[in-house]
């Protein structure tokens, strides 16, 4: 098919050039324009599903900074109205009006839409917020390498009631990193006015976090100058800033939301700040742009046409990428503590792997972690071992884009209770952007403490591995003394590029690394992971009972399995795997499907998680035994050490079940 020629020019990185003339500049914005009304026109045929949020009116607006990133390690981190944004830095107009229609030549073949758009180094979330401070860890790799890149993460200004945006724009300052956070203020969010909802000023929240801050109007016949000022500005001093922009939105949030007032519309295409730009333009060449822009949208939306519908080769089943062919082995001694083991393989990774970064509260010595698990390490490894603020949406966010940028972060969180204060980034970030876009891997580890018995009380002694083994996408590892902790997380951190949660019982941290007899499993290739965070077992081949526990609940279920076989005379075989997401299904299957009768014990509810699938897997597979699953009641952990030593699963409760059974 013969194909019209885009009406502007590139640079050798294939970016657009778009010089600062009124011509050029309305020949640009104008285009944008255009294909976002196309875009609204396809919909209303039904030919494009979904939604989508157009820029109409803020064309200039979403044109000034990126159009001035031309460092080849520039990063833009956009929004869910990110369609100027992407033009501007990509050029590829069919590429985003076939991904808005879900077509197969569309930029992301159809997968992320309107709102989740990855090319190069330009990434798009829909979550408000949620790219802030993943650039900032972007923006810490570049810095680290000595580059010249920015990274510009643009929002709307109703972001600014997200507090992971104040996360964000404190950890840029206190790193001292080159990020722009651009806000676009159109006064408005979807459909509520931002004079109600913002408090303040706010470029003084800018500086009230020491970035350099600026505001601008895309009014302003400079602004286009002025916004490259700015970020060559950035690039010379290479902390981070904030700029400004007052716009106005044209069209509806969406597609057919717009609820303000006549008056107030004509108002904003009164202030149009193309409609400014033609009006310095001859008429002759305002009619040559337009037409060359009609044929080149006319092209492109046949050429869009014709594309075949976005289809699968084969329906994904997960989106974990393979197990790295490396051999990398802990070096801790065998009779070391838990802590030790993990403590020396954190050594290793950061001696080893100049790539390797550890995030957290309080890591620095002297203190050295909440559970002294780095202790040593910062004095070992300065400005590798990052002790951050209360932060931990923001430090996750920033292991994020720290690991999209190359590096390997281990981000530990000080309990694994608060990790529900990460729940967006790990869930809306980490694991979507390997499952949507095939070039971008997330190789984080976060590494977090949790489990009772210690009398922390409800928001510090609970085991929330039953929350996170249900995000898809998400590894979820909980290891013990019976395993070689140190290599387990080397495996994760090394072997396994996939956002991985390495969860510790407090528990463990003292115990002595001890096999004592567990060996492990047979492991199938269809079990991803399970040969790197193994399934070990111990007892009889042919047992009355089989305790499956994993964890800080294996010393427990050790001693009430000695009770039963040495009071009782049971044959008790214990199956404790490391690998509790991806399950290993087909591994686990093969050892218990011919077993009489399964327990399977946790510290944390039973509903719901972990338990709950093993006995589904088993039920879905025929299994013909007797099964039974005990666990935490669904209630807060008491802090008094006597309540929630009523609460946690004890020996005798373990062997009352067990009795039970039989």
């Not at 303040?200 to 976090?209: E, H, K, N, S, W």
């Not at 400014?276 to 949208?297: M, W």
């Not at 869930?427 to 979507?432: E, I, P, Q």
Request: aromatic content about 6%; some cysteine.
């Amino acid at each position: 098919m013969n194909t019209t020629p885009h009406p502007f020019d590139r640079n050798p990185l294939g970016k657009p050039i778009i010089g600062t003339a009124p011509k050029e500049l309305f020949a640009f914005g104008h285009l944008i324009r255009e294909t976002e009304k196309l875009i609204l026109a396809l919909f209303g045929r039904g030919l494009v599903s979904g939604t989508t949020h157009t820029c109409l009116g803020q064309e200039i607006c979403q044109m000034a900074v990126v159009r001035a990133l031309n460092d080849p390690d520039d990063h833009v981190l956009s929004n869910h109205r990110n369609h100027g944004h992407f033009l501007a830095y990509s050029g590829d107009f069919l590429g985003l009006v076939a991904e808005i229609m879900g077509r197969a030549s569309g930029v992301c073949g159809g997968f992320g839409g309107s709102q989740h758009i990855a090319y190069r180094n330009f990434h798009s979330n829909g979550v408000q917020a949620g790219m802030t401070a993943i650039g900032v860890g972007v923006a810490t790799a570049l810095k680290e390498r000595m580059s010249t890149g920015i990274v510009a993460i643009i929002i709307g200004d109703g972001t600014l009631g997200e507090g992971l945006l104040y996360e964000s724009m404190n950890l840029a300052s206190i790193w001292e990193v080159p990020v722009l956070f651009v806000v676009e203020h159109n006064g408005i969010a979807q459909t509520t006015y931002t004079r109600h909802t913002i408090g303040g000023d706010i470029v003084a929240r800018g500086r009230a976090f020491g970035l350099s801050a600026w505001r601008l109007d895309d009014q302003d016949p400079e602004f286009i100058t002025k916004a490259a000022e700015i970020v060559d500005l950035m690039r010379q001093n290479g902390g981070p800033g904030m700029l400004v922009i007052d716009t106005g939105r044209l069209g509806p949030h969406s597609k057919g939301d717009d609820l303000r007032p006549e008056d107030e519309r004509e108002a904003l295409l009164a202030r149009d700040p193309l409609k400014k730009l033609a009006e310095n333009i001859a008429p002759s060449d305002l009619a040559a742009i337009e037409i060359a822009n009609k044929a080149f949208l006319c092209d492109l939306e046949s050429r869009a046409l014709v594309s075949p519908l976005a289809t699968f080769d084969f329906v994904p089943q997960h989106s974990l990428r393979a197990a790295l062919d490396l051999h990398f082995v802990s070096t801790a001694a065998s009779s070391v503590s838990v802590r030790q083991a993990l403590n020396d393989a954190l050594g290793q990774l950061l001696e080893f792997d100049k790539s390797v970064v550890l995030l957290g509260e309080d890591l620095h010595d002297p203190y050295g972690g909440a559970f002294k698990v780095t202790a040593g390490l910062s004095e070992r490894f300065p400005g590798r071992v990052i002790s951050t603020p209360i932060s931990e949406a923001g430090i996750t966010g920033a292991g994020i884009g720290l690991a999209m940028a190359g590096k390997k972060p281990v981000v530990e969180i000080m309990f694994a209770d608060f990790l529900s204060l990460c729940m967006d980034q790990v869930y809306n970030h980490a694991v979507k952007f390997p499952g949507m876009f095939p070039d971008t891997s997330v190789p984080l580890v976060i590494r977090a403490p949790c489990g009772g018995r210690r009398g922390y009380g409800p928001t510090h002694s609970q085991s929330p591995e039953n929350i996170f083994v249900s995000v898809p996408g998400l590894t979820v590892v909980y290891g013990s003394h019976r395993h070689n902790p140190g290599q387990l997380l080397i495996n994760a951190v090394e072997r396994w590029p996939n956002p991985t949660l390495f969860l510790e019982h407090k528990l463990l941290y003292s115990e002595k690394v001890d096999p004592q007899g567990y060996r492990p499993i047979a492991v199938g290739p269809e079990d991803l992971g399970a040969n790197l965070f193994p399934t070990v077992h111990r007892g009889s081949p042919e047992p009355d009972i089989t305790l499956l526990s994993y964890g800080g609940m294996l010393p427990v279920v050790e001693r009430a399995a000695d009770t039963l076989e040495q009071e009782e005379e049971l044959l008790v075989e214990i199956v404790a795997p490391a690998l509790l997401a991806p399950l290993p299904r087909q591994s686990l299957l093969r050892l218990l499907q011919d077993r009489s009768r399964i327990l399977v014990v946790e510290e944390s509810h039973p509903q719901f998680g972990f338990s709950a699938e093993i006995l589904a897997m088993l039920a879905e597979n025929g299994f013909a035994g007797r099964v039974a699953r005990l666990g935490t009641p669904p209630v807060p952990i008491a802090s008094a050490r006597n309540l929630e030593s009523n609460q946690l699963p004890d020996e005798n409760a373990i062997i009352t079940a067990v009795l039970g059974m039989l």
